[in-house]
């Protein structure tokens, strides 16, 4: 009987090591993106796939203030979708996106044609990354003395 409860005991211990294990490999790591230099370099980080990268503005300090981000008025810049072999990439895994140049297996959606527009001095802009696998993303970020600098918001 003793041999029996030290097998018994031994199974537990597996088992929920081996739930524990399942549980930490199933856990998604929250998106996040960092944005600098000029262009923008858009980075990333987490356990998702980008299923779009969309970048609005611009936006006034005033309009920042009365929360224009978060109206109807997308102001809509560039648009790129991931295919091939970004397709289900982790977040963490993607190479850095420069504002305007599109990466090799992605496909620009807006404009339809030629560059998105120019970034302008003083200006703010809305960077958001719906995902497949983890929660969407979104950050802004102004043009500030010649380079992008991510503003700090409640959610990042």
């Known amino acids: 009987m003793p ?3 030290a097998r018994i005991t031994s199974l537990g211990k597996f088992s929920i090591s081996l739930l524990m294990l399942l549980a930490l490999a199933s856990c998604e790591t929250a998106t996040a993106i960092n944005v600098k230099g000029f262009p923008p370099e858009i980075s990333f980080s987490g356990s998702g796939a980008m299923a779009q990268l969309v970048v609005t503005g611009p936006f006034s300090a005033d309009e920042m203030k009365a929360g224009h981000l978060n109206s109807t008025d997308l102001r ?3 648009q790129i979708n991931p295919g091939g072999v970004y397709d289900n990439t982790n977040m963490s895994r ?10 090799q297996g992605c496909r620009q959606v807006y404009p339809p044609s030629g560059s998105p527009k120019p970034l302008v001095e003083g200006s703010y802009y809305g960077i958001s990354v719906p995902t497949r696998g983890a929660p ?3 950050v802004i970020f102004k043009i500030e003395n010649g380079r992008a600098v991510k503003v700090p918001t409640s959610g990042s």
């Not at 993607?94 to 990466?103: A, M, S």
């Open 3 to 5: 041999g029996l409860i």
């Open 76 to 78: 809509l810049l560039w």
């Open 94 to 103: 993607l190479p850095p996106i420069i504002y305007g140049i599109v990466p």
């Open 136 to 138: 969407d993303i979104s």
